[in-house]
């Protein structure tokens, strides 16, 4: 537990004169980073009311009958089965606030400055959604593969390996099933090179299938910005007063680029959210559970919780480079 040291001699000054408090939008954060990748996501959550697990359908082969014929030809009669499905299994996720009577009973009446169970349900909050953004992030094998699917087993730098959704991507018949990777090296170099080829890989000259969001870490946003300063311009804001040199937010091929903290370093993502579902138990998606006290404790406990998985459709809509530098 963090805490300041103050030592205090209870004279004239301190046993006539209380300190000023300072209340101005609650206690300020000095922890948390931007959230990006599951901001982005809560928007276009996918609420279901239950299930055993989370069935995607996909269609994965075309249909071999189709071909020229002339008069009395046979037609071609052989089945086909171009569907099949993929399986996605729910995860849970829970925070606790937790706190004494004595705290309860203290933080009280005038002597309470702020609610410190409203603050520590606060930052619970706070601290379970960066700690799912992690998840959304990663590979999904943390904690015995308890955690969520992250981005980093959807789009994989090896995406030839590894089953997910229980189809198997290394198997050649599977390919359908993997992701676009490459690497990149200097992007001052190859950078905007590699971003043009990457985008047409995972477009695939399907109207639906261009990126419509870009994640990238801290340092590969700015190396994109460095790459775009002499396109930058001066312009003039309304009453002359000020100059905007930079971007209020960067895009490419008309889709924004995003930073996030937790993104793997020195990554560049291409996502289509037409194919990448964070699906949700409309019943349990930080659902507060009832404050209650342990029978052989003064306390009191609340947990959030959480059921749902990160899911997708179409792993070839998405793209990663990796191994950028400057």
Not at 79 to 100: L, M, N, R, Y
Not at 103 to 125: D, P
Request: proline share 4%; aromatic share 12%.
């Amino acid at each position: 537990m963090a805490t300041t040291s103050l030592s205090l001699n209870y004279g004239d000054m301190l046993s006539t004169t209380l300190f000023k408090w300072w209340k101005s939008g609650g206690i300020p954060d000095q922890i948390f980073k931007g959230l990006t990748l599951f901001k982005y996501l809560d928007k276009r959550v996918e609420k279901v009311d239950g299930g055993d697990r989370i069935q995607i359908p996909i269609m994965w082969q075309e249909n071999p009958t189709a071909g020229s014929y002339r008069h009395f030809d046979l037609l071609n009669m052989t089945p086909s089965e171009p569907f099949t499905s993929a399986f996605f299994d729910f995860k849970q996720f829970a925070v606790g606030i937790f706190i004494s009577g004595l705290e309860m009973l203290a933080n009280n009446g005038a002597s309470q400055v702020f609610n410190l169970w409203k603050q520590r349900y606060n930052s619970a909050v706070l601290s379970a959604q960066k700690r799912l953004n992690d998840h959304l992030w990663s590979d999904g094998t943390g904690n015995n593969s308890k955690d969520f699917l992250g981005i980093q087993a959807i789009v994989s730098t090896t995406p030839t390996t590894g089953t997910i959704g229980g189809i198997n991507r290394a198997t050649a018949s599977n390919a359908f099933w993997r992701n676009k990777a490459d690497t990149v090296g200097s992007f001052e170099s190859n950078g905007i090179k590699k971003l043009r080829e990457m985008w047409v890989d995972v477009s695939e000259n399907v109207p639906a299938g261009k990126p419509t969001v870009h994640f990238v870490d801290p340092d590969t946003y700015t190396r994109y910005e460095n790459t775009l300063q002499p396109l930058e311009r001066f312009t003039q804001v309304t009453g002359g007063q000020k100059g905007d040199a930079g971007f209020g937010s960067l895009t490419w091929k008309q889709a924004p680029v995003e930073f996030d903290n937790a993104c793997p370093a020195n990554s560049w993502y291409m996502l289509n959210t037409n194919f990448l579902h964070f699906v949700v138990h409309k019943d349990c998606y930080w659902k507060p559970t009832e404050r209650e006290r342990p029978v052989d404790q003064h306390a009191y406990a609340q947990h959030i919780l959480l059921m749902g998985e990160l899911c997708f459709s179409a792993a070839r809509f998405f793209g990663v480079l990796s191994s950028i530098t400057d």
